[in-house]
């Protein structure tokens, strides 16, 4: 039985570029504590577009391009202990239908044990990639690292905390509000 990390969009982009935070400067450190200190697999997962991003419903209602495959940008930060062992899906869309098909290979071959999520946005991919995993996988224990983890802003970071507490994904190290 295995256990998983998955990073989410961990990107240069999402952290100091276009659509960079302070919220998510501020969590670099407990990303990079928490993969250092991960005992088990870990995958990243790498939001990916291409040149023509404003064109798809995605660049219409975000026009700020962002993690154009091959840039700076789309690069998970060198702020990151990334090995050559750690696993890397490219998506298109918020949530990754590949990480499931991924994850329901794994489960089926080693068994996974647990999940624990971290990574950008709490708001738009984190929800979106917990929810799909929840849905494929149901009975194994899946976590959100919310200390490791920025939204949008800070109120819709806890909108999607709220939001994946209420699908039994369990929310540790959260901030009284």
């Not at 997962?45 to 840039?71: A, F, Q, V, W």
């Not at 494929?136 to 200390?147: G, Q, W, Y």
Request: with cysteine; net charge negative.
């Amino acid at each position: 039985m295995k256990k998983l990390l998955i990073v989410v969009d961990m990107q240069n982009d999402f952290i100091d570029g276009v659509l960079g935070t302070k919220e998510a400067r501020a969590i670099v450190p407990g990303v990079r504590e928490k993969i250092n200190g991960f005992k088990g697999m870990i995958i990243y997962t790498r939001d990916t577009h291409g040149e023509d991003y404003l064109e798809s419903m995605e660049g219409k209602n975000l026009p700020y391009p962002h993690c154009i495959k091959g840039t700076k940008g789309w690069e998970i930060s060198p702020l990151l202990p990334f090995k050559d062992s750690d696993i890397v899906i490219d998506k298109p869309t918020f949530g990754s239908v590949e990480l499931m098909r991924k994850l329901i290979e794994i489960n089926g071959t080693d068994g996974i044990e647990s999940i624990t999520v971290v990574g950008l946005c709490t708001d738009i991919c984190v929800i979106s990639n917990a929810i799909i995993i929840k849905a494929a996988l149901p009975e194994i224990p899946l976590t959100v690292d919310s200390s490791c983890c920025a939204g949008v802003t800070p109120a819709s970071h806890n909108n999607a905390l709220d939001a994946m507490e209420m699908c039994q994904i369990l929310i540790e190290n959260r901030k009284s509000r």
